[in-house]
RNA sequence: GUCCCAGUAGCUCAGCUGGAUAGAGCAACGGACUUCUAAUCCGUAGGUCGGGGGUUCGAAUCCCUCCUGGGACGCCA
């Protein structure tokens, strides 16, 4: 709704510019793209346009006789604009007769679920690639932020018209999985009573051990009369399957569901990377130096190239990323997203820059970057090291602080910023956390609607009631808050900005409780009692459709 | 040395595709439960937007430069 009077704003702008250049008020100028914002402030209307200062520059007027001219020229008897007025340096302001906002009512229980719901995305495929942890080992607390991130960015991407696929990439093969052969090899003969001594580039982690006496368990030690060779590859395979099972289910857990898991092994296997590397060397953009082969990465504009193919004949993993990228737009993705930690930062252009290669825009592959996650314990940094293998694994951390906590405080914070996650404040019951604070909103509504029904009686019909008797400050602000919540599903998926809604629910929890507090929903008066019945379930279900955008429960008692 | 991210209230952070008097939570201080959940609300206080230049009618936002913190610079992934 918020959208369509923009939209009236606009056209009725655009023709009034018209009108007054036609008139010779305005110089003949360009007409930008027009942007209304709602102003931070009550006093400058309910919506605002910049447009005068704007076109100021091209038409060489003061902002503010544009603004005039402009102003002059509107036809608005076709909008619900009350008053327009300019002030300041030229801003135009218009402000809505109050009715306008009663509007949002009939929607929002005739969409019920679907409220929030915009077609910016237009249909077009759309693909969110996160986690993609190295199935060696368990999921850490980086592996948690870019898991709530990309689930709820996917979640929010889908709200708003895309088509959205959740890709999972499974690192299969490659070094790391001969590295980790050897580990669980050494692991597996010191189980066995043979003294040797853990690779310094292995994995220390203790899982390990465990997953090794497990296999001893189920199939006993006859492998040690294997080759070493055959020892690793088994082992390594074993630990795989049980590795990944682990990371499937604790992401279950979380709340995440993926609907693909692409193994890097299968490129191998098709032949993908060869095809892939083939062509490219087609196309000029391959050299071979120091008997390897390197990708013109600095001609895609990267500081320097990048060896795809190693001395020894082995692909370096870049190359694997290659035909992967490739693969999925081939899968027809319109745009496809990664969403990596920001130590990988160095391999974001040739990324860009290889799709470029193949003929892509390098816009077409997004990469978000997500700094590092510090935990705090009684104010105390919980330090976390994959060398010494002591670290807090996803797992762990939603048995302390629960699913809900976990997930709110990943994406409460811009993926730029460094995130400090306070574990007593998680899972403290307390009004420090957000967390509580926005579902004890839901809880409470609910608990008027419970309460309504032990009276026999149940949230009356749009159509029964009179809107206009909401008139107080705080319901005004309630129901122009609800009628935003489109728009602000635009914006968090335009800007890839899951934390937006994070802020919309605080925000929008806000303006209940303060509503709450200072008026009562079921009173004697027949009439207010059932408009205010209305509103309140307005907010209950665009909070829990806010809340189901970044994988949180909306509860109904607390 | 080069590159990326950050630097905004005591703390944690929004705002950054230029707009009006820079916002929120926590902490601090003072208030509000005979009433649908006080896990709540109301009020007070708190700022050279890291420093310095520049562009502009207008800069927290864009450009340059310097400082501080974190990260990356491998024929690892």
Redesign the pocket.
């Known amino acids: 709704m918020v959208e369509q009077i923009k939209s009236s704003l606009v056209a009725a702008l655009q023709n009034a510019i018209k009108q007054a250049v036609d008139k010779g008020q305005v110089n003949q100028t360009e007409i930008p793209d027009i942007i209304i914002?709602v102003?931070?402030?009550k006093?400058?209307?309910d919506f605002?346009?910049?447009l005068a200062?704007?076109l100021?520059?091209s038409a060489k007027m003061a902002?503010r006789k544009i603004a005039e001219a402009i102003v002059e020229n509107l036809e608005l008897a076709e909008t619900q604009v009350e008053r327009v007025e300019i002030?300041?340096?030229?801003?135009i302001?218009f402000y809505l007769r109050t009715s306008w906002v009663y509007g949002v009512l009939p929607l929002i229980p005739q969409q019920d679920r679907n409220y929030g719901r915009v077609e910016l995305g237009d249909g077009k495929r759309i693909q969110v690639e996160f986690v993609s942890a190295?199935p060696t080992g368990l999921l850490h607390m980086g592996n948690a932020r870019g898991a709530a991130l990309g689930d709820s960015l996917a979640a929010i991407l889908d709200f708003a018209g895309y088509q959205v696929s959740r890709e999972y990439y499974i690192?299969d093969?490659?070094?790391?999985i001969e590295?980790f052969g050897k580990s669980l090899d050494v692991r597996f003969q010191q189980q066995l009573g043979q003294d040797i001594a853990m690779i310094e580039e292995g994995y220390h982690g203790e899982d390990i051990i465990d997953t090794v006496k497990g296999y001893i368990q189920k199939h006993g030690s006859s492998l040690a009369e294997a080759d070493e060779s055959t020892r690793r590859k088994t082992l390594a395979a074993y630990a795989l399957e049980e590795k990944l099972t682990n990371i499937r289910n604790t992401l279950l857990d979380f709340g995440v569901v993926y609907d693909e898991w692409f193994s890097?092994q299968s490129l191998h296997n098709s032949g993908a990377i060869e095809d892939t590397l083939k062509e490219l060397q087609k196309k000029g953009y391959i050299y071979e130096?120091?008997?390897?082969l390197w990708f013109k990465a600095t001609e895609f504009g990267d500081?320097?190239d990048?060896?795809v193919v190693?001395?020894?004949g082995?692909p370096?993993?870049?190359a694997?990323d290659i035909a992967y990228h490739k693969n999925k737009f081939e899968r027809g993705f319109d745009q496809v997203i990664d969403i990596w930690?920001?130590?990988?930062?160095?391999?974001v252009n040739r990324m860009k820059g290889s799709m470029e290669a193949f003929g892509y825009n390098r816009d077409q592959l997004e990469i978000i970057?997500m700094?590092?996650v510090r935990l705090f314990r009684g104010g105390e940094i919980v330090r976390m090291s994959k060398r010494t293998g002591q670290f807090v694994t996803l797992e762990e951390l939603v048995e302390e602080v629960g699913r809900d906590a976990a997930r709110y405080f990943f994406v409460?914070?811009?993926p730029?910023?460094?995130?400090?996650f306070?574990l007593d404040l998680a899972k403290s019951?307390?009004?420090?956390?957000?967390v509580?604070?926005i579902?004890?909103?839901h809880?409470?509504i609910?608990?008027?609607l419970?309460?309504l029904q032990e009276q026999g009686r149940q949230v009356p019909k749009v159509e029964q009631i009179n809107a206009s008797l909401l008139t107080e400050q705080a319901e005004l602000e309630l129901l122009r808050k609800l009628a935003e919540f489109p728009s602000e599903i635009t914006?968090a998926a335009?800007?890839k900005?899951p934390?937006?809604i994070a802020?919309y629910l605080?925000?929008l929890?806000?303006l209940f409780?303060?509503?709450?507090?200072?008026?009562?929903?079921?009173?004697d008066n027949e009439d207010l009692s059932q408009a205010r019945l209305v509103l309140v379930d307005c907010v209950r279900i665009v909070l829990r459709n806010a809340l189901g955008l970044l994988g949180l429960t909306a509860?109904?008692?607390?």
């Open positions: 914002e102003p931070r402030e006093g400058y209307g605002a346009t910049n200062m704007q100021a520059r902002p002030a300041g340096p030229g801003f302001n190295n690192n093969a490659g070094n790391q590295n890097e130096q120091e008997s390897a500081e320097k990048e060896v190693r001395s020894n082995i370096t993993y870049f694997a930690g920001a130590d990988h930062h160095g391999h970057l700094q590092l409460m914070r811009s730029d910023s460094h995130l400090d306070d019951e307390s009004n420090d956390n957000p509580f604070y579902q004890y909103a809880a409470r609910c608990s008027i419970r309460q914006s335009e800007l900005s934390h937006r802020r605080h925000d929890a806000g409780h303060s509503f709450y507090n200072s008026h009562r929903v079921i009173t509860p109904e008692k607390m």
